[in-house]
């Protein structure tokens, strides 16, 4: 027998079956039944506190949707298209199950309000969930650094030599940008954490109820307070993806970076072995699939971002239909890029760098050159004149094949009379490593600190959100 429509009063003709696969989002907005329940016993306690329902029916809406929760829980519970979405399926099985009462659940509230309040909610633990990848990853970056701790390798601008930090002062440069993401998730929540519950269809309703007290029995901070905005804002949905965009972006620059460390020119990292795949041909070979998937994803994640825009952009107030199409880009969004976290996080911890590798890097380049043009204005050299000095050195240096600490104090002489023994406490990596002062910088110490700092911080972060 086909499904009787919740709806189906006004239509003289059973939906087409095409239509039925065509409209449905059950398939993909199932996964918002813990939420649809959660707000469907909040809408149940205030229908009764308001007296629009007896006590003793919300009693039996409240047991009948904790018994679908159980169900769904323990896959007895059977998604039906026909039925179209998450809403329906569950108000349709409440009412199977206990009959006259389940029939009053929908009082007061519309499928508008509702999806908007289940992506409201499985949004705002989707952040908390994305925060902690966040958090456990930043663990890992801090745990590696500090079993290097005086390692150092070439920084790099324009991906040529430029001057040598520590491997640590590296880790802990994403460590700064993942902590940026956390407060933009932060941020996002502040404004999403208003109930659009009571709203109805767009325009509220002519029944006595209290919206304010279901916002506050589902833990929202207050209510949305215009009917029209409360149904038609998808804004948290962008926000959240912007969100999700600016993770990946930072994932894709640290996976990248890591494709080019573990070529054969580079050989800055290694990668253990259960972290890479082979080739098929290439018996050879091993390869940072892991890294690249990540690097390709985030494009597939900045498209649902301009998707959430696209399908917004047209809309008039209030709901449309076209929103269904919301959670998709949502989900993958979402999925995708924590199931990126975690994947690194793993990969970070299972990979080493080649301490000789680095170093010997450092030796080409001239990355020392800018300590000895600092050298020169400690010296009393204004800075351009220094900066020219030390560049005709590098020349000289080039020319006859050597490094600046090779040099005699003669040569640079001949370029400097500013130039005196002290110079080679400046030179080479080790020394231009000891010698940065500024704060931020590279400076051993500063970074130790750091360190500890992070370990510090991260080490108390609660679960869930630091409010
Ligand atoms: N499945 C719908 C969605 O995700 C739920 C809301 C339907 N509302 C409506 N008036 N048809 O947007």
């Excluded at 208003?194 to 006595?208: I, N, Y």
């Excluded at 590098?394 to 640079?412: A, G, K, Q, W």
Aim: glycine letters at 6%; proline letters at 2%.
């Amino acid at each position: 027998m086909k499904q009787k429509k919740l709806w189906g009063g006004r239509f003289t003709k059973q939906t087409a079956p095409s239509v039925e696969s065509f409209t449905e989002s059950i398939s993909f907005d199932w996964r918002l039944y813990q939420y649809d329940i959660e707000g469907s016993i909040a809408h149940a306690t205030m229908l009764a506190k308001c007296k629009l329902i007896t006590e003793k029916e919300k009693r039996a809406i409240v047991k009948g949707l904790n018994e679908i929760l159980s169900d769904i829980l323990n896959d007895k519970f059977e998604f039906k298209k026909s039925l179209e979405d998450i809403h329906m399926n569950i108000e349709s099985a409440l009412i199977e199950r206990i009959g006259e009462p389940g029939k009053k659940l929908h009082t007061a509230r519309s499928r508008n309000d509702q999806v908007a309040l289940d992506l409201r909610l499985w949004t705002r633990g989707n952040i908390q969930q994305t925060r902690k990848l966040l958090t456990a990853l930043q663990k890992e970056l801090v745990k590696k650094g500090k079993q290097y701790p005086g390692l150092i390798m070439p920084g790099f601008t324009h991906l040529q030599h430029a001057q040598p930090v520590l491997v640590s002062h590296y880790l802990l440069a994403y460590v700064e940008m993942f902590e940026r993401d956390k407060t933009r998730l932060e941020d996002c929540y502040i404004r999403l954490d208003t109930s659009p519950l009571g709203a109805c269809a767009l325009a509220g309703t002519t029944l006595q109820t209290d919206s304010l007290f279901t916002a506050k029995l589902l833990g929202f901070r207050g209510v949305c307070e215009n009917s029209m905005d409360a149904v038609s804002d998808r804004d948290f949905c962008i926000e959240y993806s912007f969100c999700l965009s600016m993770i990946i972006l930072h994932l894709s620059r640290l996976c990248e970076e890591w494709i080019i460390w573990c070529n054969d020119e580079f050989q800055f990292i290694e990668i253990r072995d259960d972290y890479c795949t082979g080739s098929s041909i290439m018996p050879q070979k091993k390869n940072p699939d892991v890294l690249e998937l990540i690097r390709g994803k985030s494009g597939r994640i900045f498209g649902y971002l301009n998707s959430l825009f696209t399908l917004l952009k047209g809309l008039p107030l209030t709901y449309n239909r076209d929103m269904q199409e919301d959670k998709l880009a949502l989900f993958h969004a979402a999925d995708t890029v924590q199931a990126s976290l975690s994947i690194l996080a793993e990969l970070v911890a299972n990979t080493s760098f080649h301490e000789e590798r680095m170093l010997a890097a450092c030796q080409k380049g001239f990355i020392d050159a800018t300590a000895l043009a600092e050298y020169l204005v400690k010296k009393g050299l204004p800075f351009r004149k220094a900066h020219e000095i030390v560049g005709k050195i590098v020349r000289e240096c080039i020319r006859v094949h050597c490094s600046l600490t090779d040099l005699r104090l003669e040569s640079f002489r001949a370029f400097s009379s500013a130039i005196e023994d002290d110079v080679y406490k400046v030179l080479g990596v080790e020394n231009c490593i000891k010698n940065y002062k500024s704060r931020g910088s590279t400076a051993p110490g500063l970074v130790r600190k750091r360190i500890s700092y992070w370990e510090n911080k991260l080490g108390k972060e609660r679960k869930g959100m630091n409010r």
